[in-house]
C-alpha cells in the first residue's frame, strides 16, 4: 500500500506541469536582443570567455546604453547608480557559452521587471504625420537622435526641428516624405 501511493505520488509530480518553462516568444524581449548582440561582439573582439572579462565588458557596454537597454542595464546591476548586482547572472552562464534565452529564463526567476522590458514602436517617419503626434512623441524622436530642441515652446518648434535634423538621421525618410 504504501509503495503504491509512492507511485502514485511520483506520477503526480511528472504529471503536474512545472514552473519553469520555457520563454514564450516575445517575452524577455530586450534581455535576449540585448545579450544576443553583446555576445556576438564578445565573439567579434575575441574577448576572453571568463566570468571577470565578461563582467567588464558589460559593464563599458552599458554605459553607452540608452532606452530600455539602460533599463535592462540597470535591472541587472551593470550601471554606475543601480542598486543590486546581479551582473554575475549573466557574465557567469555567457563564460559557458549558456545560450541567452536560458540566461533570460534564469534572470526572469530573479527579478521579474527584466521579462517585462519591451522595445517601444519605431514610427515610419517616412509616412506618420508630425502633426498629429503628441508633443511626448516628438520629444522621443530627437532623444533617440540624441538631439534636444533648446527653446521649443511650441509642438511646431519640435517639428520644426524634426525636420531640419531628418536629412542627417533619417536620409531615406527625408528624400520620401513630401511634406518639407
Not at 21 to 42: I, N, P, Q, R, S
Not at 44 to 66: G, Q
Not at 147 to 153: F, I, Q
Amino acid at each position: 500500500m504504501l509503495c503504491l501511493s509512492g507511485l502514485s505520488v511520483a506520477l503526480a509530480l511528472v504529471l503536474v506541469p512545472s514552473s519553469t518553462e520555457a520563454l514564450k516568444e516575445g517575452d524577455c524581449e530586450v534581455c535576449v536582443t540585448f545579450l544576443g548582440k553583446f555576445y556576438e561582439t564578445l565573439k567579434d573582439n575575441d574577448v576572453k570567455f571568463n566570468s571577470a572579462d565578461i563582467e567588464t565588458a558589460i559593464m563599458k557596454t552599458c554605459k553607452d546604453a540608452k532606452g530600455k537597454e539602460n533599463r535592462f542595464c540597470y535591472y541587472i546591476g551593470a550601471t554606475s547608480d543601480a542598486a543590486t548586482k546581479i551582473v554575475n547572472e549573466v557574465s557567469k552562464p555567457l563564460s559557458y557559452h549558456v545560450p541567452v534565452d536560458k540566461i533570460c529564463e534564469k534572470l526572469k526567476k530573479k527579478d521579474g521587471q527584466i521579462c517585462e522590458l519591451k522595445y517601444d514602436k519605431q514610427l515610419d517617419l517616412t509616412t506618420v504625420d508630425l502633426k498629429k503626434l503628441k508633443v511626448k512623441d516628438l520629444k522621443k524622436i530627437l532623444e533617440e537622435w540624441g538631439e534636444s530642441c533648446k527653446g521649443c515652446a511650441e509642438k511646431s518648434d519640435f517639428i520644426r526641428k524634426i525636420t531640419e535634423l531628418m536629412p542627417k538621421y533619417a536620409p531615406a525618410a527625408a528624400k520620401a516624405r513630401t511634406d518639407l
